[in-house]
Each structure stands twice: as C-alpha cells, then as structure tokens.
C-alpha cells in the first residue's frame, strides 16, 4: 500500500473539508500516478470531489463507520478489518490511500512508498499529514522542484526503511 497526498510548510493538508491550495501540475501528478489503480479514503475526502462522486478510471474503497452510508460505484469498508478482503480483489493493481487525515493516520504504518508534493507556503489549515521528515522509518528518496504561478512546489518520494 502507498500513499499520496499534497502538504503545506506545516505538513497541512486541508481546511473545512478542501484543499489548501489548487496547484494543477499537483493534480496532474495525482491524476498520473493514481489511474487505473486502488483509492482509499474516508467518505469526507470522497465527497470533496467534483459532484462528490468517485474518479474516473480508479477503483474506490471508502472507509466510514456509518454504516447507513451509500455512493455509487464505490466498496464501502465500515472497519479497518474489512479493508483488506475488499482490496483482495483487486491484486496486481496499486492501492494509493488518498485522506483524509484520520485515513492517513490509520494507514500509515502499512504503506510503503508515500508521493508527496511539499507547497513552500503556509496555509490556514484544519487537517494535517504526519511530518516524515521527522519520522526514523521513513526517507527521503527523489525530490523535484517546480513552480506554478508564483506557488514554488516539490513531487518528494519517501520509502518505508525495511
């Protein structure tokens, strides 16, 4: 299991249910590395997208504890538990966790790779990612820097140390 997510200066990662910033280099990159593969997300982050339905050309698992929660054309899991018979389905295929943060939070430790794009610039947010630099078990491993409109940004990889 990997993870993608885009962060702030702080390591923010949202605010009232959005993203902290729109940087469409970011989205494309998502866009790339996610198509026809597995999201995992909580129902919140599922219904910050456009019409709130799922993406297209990517398998959805929506993790909520309602269990009288309905969207179509996505797995619903109510538990942890459940996650992993959903993804048995889906063999050969990458499973990205994609938020939001108590998402990010439970998942971690199971994740391998995490694609990150760092934003150099702070932003008022409600919702936060996990600081890898500061974490043992994770490093560094590629970074590139771009710029969009006066936002400067990098794609960062970091791999879980065996």
Known sequence: MNLIVAVDEQWGIGKEGDLLCRISGDMKRFRIITSGNVLVLGRKTLESFPNKKPLPNREHIVLTKNPKYSAEGVILCHSLEELPLALERFEGKEVFVAGGESIYQQLLPFCEKAYVTKIYATF??????PNLDLLPEWELIE???HEENGIK???VLYHKKK
């Open 124 to 129: 008022p947010a409600d919702t936060s990612f």
């Open 143 to 145: 970074e590139e820097a």
């Open 153 to 155: 940004f990098s794609f």
